[in-house]
């Protein structure tokens, strides 16, 4: 009876093996003379990148040749504060962007630009290729160093694939380290391989990954069962990378927890996305019904005799909730508060079993590095800090958007060269990074490397990745009444240094600004600082003081003016 069990289960994977090979091959054998990315990120997709794809099919559509044309809604291309963006391109010839592409411009660059060059090309490609100064103006240069600086790994995709058709993800060597590590390697090889490559948590903390999957692997199963937790739960105010990744890559993202599963041993993944995300939702849930549909998700994966599932559960906004415990007692069904550790959660978390959690832009390296191989990805970046990382340059940033630089790269590259200065012409005075838990950084130390080390010297942090511009407009006690009072209102209130420390900080704060403020309230800031700091029982209230004490640290002046005032 097993026997004949078995035989049914090898019978199925191999049919769904071939399905899978038939898909590949299918898109791999698709030719066509013209490839028309549009940008539907979630971004563009508020601008009315819908709208776009629609005229520009319809036009196409009007002249027979969309045959000829590939049509693809695409994740983030980066430069987010000019979309929507389409980008058209075609062998031999140099590629072309536009910005803010609205219906008529999409009509216009379709009757004008995608049409005349498919006839240009199918009639031999004589004479030079030309558009009209019109269109031109509404082009934007791929020489800018915001897209020649970076060095994309997780975002590769980003931009010329459709996050919804499985078939272009196998085509590109999507879940081939998957079938590398299930017929190739044992799960301790995974560990030791992402180890060697030098990966660190992107979630903030910085903590390296390999070592936390060998915590999480050592762990025995607790009445069966081990989970990975993937952490989309992005909350920082200007963040936006890891619902980008979610959204434009969701199948490299489950390709990351699946490596992780194996190597740790789970044998359950959950998915814990804020319901604000509604397009990277989409497109998650989309590509795990194609998963499972096409049994790389299931049992008997590849038939490798492994079984895997994922399951998604959906938060409900609470900023709180990005700290892994309260992350896990929120899928439990508690309420979303922090608790004390250890023991962590790798050898006692979600519902009493081990679970290892990583956030949505270190997954998405995994399955990347397991390609290309960890002395490949550990060559890149800082000696401590490994590879690249995902920012959202946001702000007064001229270039504003989604990027990707190495590690090591300075501050001021990143500021003036690929985001190209201040939008407004004012000079750059700060840039504040790591979100609520983050610090201010003066353009006096921007010469700094970006690194985990160096921002904490500087009193900031990685944090997820957002990245702010000010410009010399900007108020830094403002600045930092707003993100006190933004973690003083998503405080769970567990904890009374948070509680009560953060509150006196704000009315502090808010005595100030107003100039009724005296000497004697900055050394009560640095004392409750201090105390938060050493007393509050998770990373939200220990960080939280993060963005007064930088300001105090770099512009006290301001705080002085306002005091002498």
């Known amino acids: 009876m097993a026997d004949g069990k078995n035989d049914k289960l090898k019978e199925l994977a191999q049919k769904q093996m071939a399905a899978l090979d038939k898909l590949c091959e299918d898109h791999k054998n698709r030719h066509y003379l013209i490839r028309l990315y549009t940008c539907d990120a979630?971004?563009?997709?508020?601008?009315?990148?819908?709208?776009?794809?629609?005229?520009?099919?319809?036009?196409?559509?009007?002249?027979g040749a969309m045959e000829k044309?590939?049509?693809?809604?695409?994740?983030?291309?980066?430069?987010?504060?000019?979309?929507?963006?389409?980008?058209?391109?075609?062998?031999?010839?140099?590629?072309?962007?536009?910005?803010?592409?609205?219906?008529?411009?999409?009509?216009?660059?379709a009757a004008e630009h995608v049409i005349p060059l498919l006839k240009w090309i199918e009639g031999g490609r004589k004479g030079e290729f030309t558009t009209s100064q019109f269109l031109k103006d509404n082009e934007l240069c791929l020489d800018l160093p915001f897209f020649t600086r970076q060095h994309k790994i997780v975002l590769r995709d980003m931009g010329h694939a459709d996050p919804e058709n499985l078939g272009e993800y196998l085509a590109n060597e999507g879940y081939d380290a998957l079938k590398k590590a299930l017929f190739k390697m044992k799960p301790k090889d995974v560990v030791e391989e992402i180890k060697r490559s030098g990966l660190r948590g992107r979630g903030g903390g910085g903590f390296p990954t390999g070592l936390k999957w060998e915590f999480a692997a050592k762990a025995p199963l607790v009445e069966g069962e081990k989970f990975i937790i993937c952490n989309a739960d992005e909350g920082d105010p200007g963040a936006y990378m890891d619902s980008c990744i979610m959204g434009g890559g969701p199948h490299q993202v489950i390709e990351g927890m699946m490596l992780a599963a194996y190597a740790i041993g789970a044998t359950t993944g959950w998915?814990?996305?804020?319901?604000?995300?509604?397009?990277?939702?989409?497109r998650l849930e989309t590509a795990l019904r194609q998963c499972k549909k096409h049994g790389i998700l299931g049992r008997n994966i590849f038939g490798s005799g492994w079984d895997f599932m994922i399951e998604v559960r959906y938060g409900a906004g609470a900023f709180v909730c990005g700290e892994e415990t309260a992350l896990m007692a929120s899928i439990e069904g508690k309420r979303g508060s922090p608790h004390?550790?250890?023991?962590?959660?790798?050898q006692k978390g979600m519902w009493g079993r081990p679970s290892c959690i990583n956030n949505v832009e270190t997954l998405a390296a995994i399955p990347i590095i397991m390609r290309q191989g960890a002395d490949w990805y550990n060559k890149i970046g800082d000696e401590k800090s490994r590879g690249t990382k995902v920012f959202a340059l946001t702000g007064h940033a001229k270039h504003g958007g989604l990027v990707e630089v190495p590690m090591g790269m300075t501050l001021r590259e990143v500021v003036e060269e690929i985001g190209g200065g201040t939008d407004t012409g004012n000079p750059v005075k700060a840039v504040q990074t790591g979100g609520p838990s983050g610090?201010?950084?003066?353009?006096s130390q921007f010469?700094?490397?970006?690194?985990?080390?160096?921002?904490?010297?500087?009193?900031?942090?990685?944090?997820?990745?957002?990245?702010?511009?000010?410009?010399?407009?900007?108020?830094?006690?403002?600045?930092?009444?707003?993100?006190?009072?933004?973690?003083?209102?998503?405080?769970?209130?567990?904890?009374?240094?948070?509680?009560?420390g953060g509150y006196q900080m704000l009315k502090t704060l808010e005595k100030i600004s107003k100039g009724k403020g005296e000497i004697a309230d900055l050394q009560k800031l640095k004392d409750l600082a201090f105390a938060m700091k050493k007393a509050s029982l998770c990373g939200l209230g220990q960080t939280a003081p993060n963005p007064v004490v930088s300001t105090l640290k770099h512009f006290e002046d301001e705080y002085t003016t306002l005091i002498k005032k």
């Open 447 to 500: 010469d700094a490397p970006i690194t985990y080390e160096s921002l904490n010297e500087m009193g900031s942090m990685m944090g997820s990745g957002g990245l702010i511009i000010m410009d010399s407009t900007d108020s830094m006690v403002n600045i930092a009444k707003f993100y006190l009072d933004f973690t003083v209102d998503e405080s769970c209130g567990k904890c009374s240094p948070c509680r009560i």
């Open 439 to 443: 610090g201010v950084i003066p353009a």
């Open 42 to 63: 979630i971004g563009c997709h508020s601008g009315g990148s819908s709208d776009v794809i629609r005229s520009l099919t319809e036009v196409i559509n009007s002249h």
């Open 271 to 282: 998915i814990y996305i804020r319901a604000e995300y509604p397009l990277a939702i989409q």
């Open 69 to 109: 044309i590939r049509m693809v809604p695409t994740g983030c291309m980066g430069l987010c504060g000019k979309g929507p963006l389409v980008r058209i391109e075609a062998d031999g010839v140099k590629p072309a962007m536009y910005k803010l592409v609205g219906d008529m411009l999409a009509r216009i660059i």
């Open 340 to 346: 004390m550790r250890p023991p962590y959660p790798t």
